[in-house]
């Protein structure tokens, strides 16, 4: 501490003993005996001083209380957000997983169903198509022309149209000089 702050201490300690002195005196001086009146109405104002200062530290006791129950409640709903928030993340990253899994099933189907499509074209078996290989519908288209060069296919000729039997020769149109029969006389064989 600096001087001058001692020095305004001690005249702030020695204004205290003067005021505490001129109380002793004022205390000595009023030894004037009171009423009995006077006694019981100080006795009766003490009495509702102190109820009414123990009401207001009930009062202080509940307002605490509740506030800290607030802060409790606050710190456990502060909690429960945090398990809220943990099991949506928990549940989200589930649905996540749930969607990648069924993006991949139809993804396959999908590349079963054009595999199933083109084998189909080129007169391949279902069996066979599970075979084709490739990712794209040109690679498919590929391997399944290089597995058909190696299957025989007893399959009818469906572009024939007529159980499996084709013209070798065209029919010729009718005519007003042709017999219906010469029309007719078209050479059948078994479609290969």
């Known amino acids: 501490m600096s001087e001058s702050e ?3 201490s001690n005249q702030d300690d020695q204004t205290d003993d003067q005021q505490d002195a001129s109380q002793v005196d004022d205390q000595q001086q009023v030894e004037e005996p009171i ?7 100080l006795r009766k104002d003490l009495a509702d001083t102190r109820k009414e200062a123990a009401k207001h530290r009930t009062d202080l ?9 607030a802060e409790q409640d606050k710190a456990k709903e502060a909690g429960n957000f945090q398990a809220l928030y943990e099991a949506a993340q928990t549940t989200i990253t589930e649905r996540e997983s749930r969607i990648v899994e069924l993006e ?3 993804a396959e189907s999908d590349r079963a169903t054009r595999r199933q499509t083109i084998a189909a074209k080129h007169r391949l078996t279902p069996e066979l198509a599970d075979r084709l290989r490739g990712d794209t519908d040109d690679e498919l288209e590929a391997d399944a022309k290089s597995l058909a060069k190696f299957v025989r296919t007893d399959a009818p000729d469906t572009e024939a ?8 020769a065209e029919q010729k149109p009718v005519t007003p ?6 029309v007719q006389k078209v050479a ?3 479609g290969t």
């Not at 006791?61 to 129950?69: E, I, L, M, S």
């Not at 149209?161 to 070798?168: C, M, N, Q």
């Open 6 to 8: 001692d020095q305004v």
């Open 35 to 41: 009423s009995a009146a006077e006694a019981a109405k």
């Open 61 to 69: 006791r509940k307002v605490q209380a509740d506030a800290a129950r």
């Open 104 to 106: 991949g099933q139809i």
């Open 161 to 168: 149209g007529r159980g499996g039997r084709r013209p070798v």
């Open 177 to 182: 000089g042709r017999t219906v029969e010469g």
């Open 188 to 190: 059948w064989t078994a």
